[in-house]
């Protein structure tokens, strides 16, 4: 199987993430990128993985990633759980994944910690926050995530490890972004300044396929990019005419 539109796809959104970085100032080695790989096939994984250098990936179906765990190339892999995980799913991914990005409830907390709590795991998590405050996505609410944090930081969670934060922007211009990741990014920094951890490097999960750009300029450390990691060029009819 030919993978070059993976290592194609990948050097390109490398090349892009790099000058965003740096128009803003950052250090573009501080940005992981992460395949988002809801629509990728267990061989195009393994190719991103094995081929391109993409050793961190983040699954949103508790199902699916237990249909091709076995067959993933684990070895130097992260994956993380990057969809919204119902209370009775986690029991089946705690021993799988190594962060959860979507923590947006101390229901969720508890049953983590329960779940941990029985094969002796630390699970490292993000906080979720509605960047958007849309009612059809899940999330703490910006206002509510200070206390939030600082709940679930408080010791009552000793097998959950906050190692940052994750949002998923409303779909906007690119001028949008930049004002909502600026925002999160701000809320963010000023909440970890309070927290027992927060002489260690904060997460900053944000950007997916159509916002990776403007997270990075943001100060994401973090980029979710599913569509855009595994598009196939598009094939032109008369290309095979002859």
């Known amino acids: 199987m030919d993978y070059t539109y993976l290592e194609h796809n990948v050097s390109r959104i490398r090349q892009e993430l790099a000058k965003a970085c740096e ?8 940005v992981t990128l992460m395949a988002a790989v809801k629509s990728g096939s267990v061989e195009e994984i393994n190719a991103l993985h094995t081929l391109c250098g993409i050793n961190h990936i983040g699954e949103n179906r508790v199902q699916q990633l237990l249909e091709r765990y076995d067959k993933l190339e684990r070895e130097g892999l992260s994956i993380h759980f ?5 209370t009775n799913k986690v029991k089946y991914i705690a021993d799988k994944v190594d962060c959860i990005q979507s923590l947006d ?3 969720l907390a508890r049953e983590i910690e329960k779940q ?4 002796n795991r630390i699970m490292d998590v993000l906080i979720e926050i509605n960047s958007g405050s849309e009612i059809s996505k899940s999330g703490v609410e910006p206002e509510e995530t200070r206390d939030f944090a600082h709940r679930i930081t408080s010791g009552d969670y000793p097998h959950l490890r906050l190692r940052g934060f994750m949002t998923m922007a409303p779909r906007s211009t690119e001028e949008e972004y930049r ?9 963010c920094a000023s909440v970890w300044d309070e927290l027992p951890m927060r002489d260690t490097p904060m997460q900053l999960s944000m950007g997916m396929s159509e916002s990776y750009v403007p997270a990075a300029a943001e100060g ?3 980029v979710r990019v599913g569509r855009g990691m595994f598009q196939k ?3 032109h009819p008369e290309a095979n005419s002859n």
Not at 24 to 29: H, K, M, T
Not at 82 to 86: A, C, R
Not at 116 to 119: D, P, T, V, Y
């Open 23 to 30: 128009e803003s100032g950052y250090d573009p080695s501080r």
């Open 82 to 86: 990057i969809g919204t995980l119902q």
């Open 105 to 107: 409830s101390e229901k």
């Open 116 to 119: 941990c709590a029985k094969i």
């Open 179 to 187: 004002v909502i990741f600026g925002n999160v990014r701000k809320l």
């Open 220 to 222: 994401a450390t973090l």
């Open 233 to 235: 060029p598009i094939e």
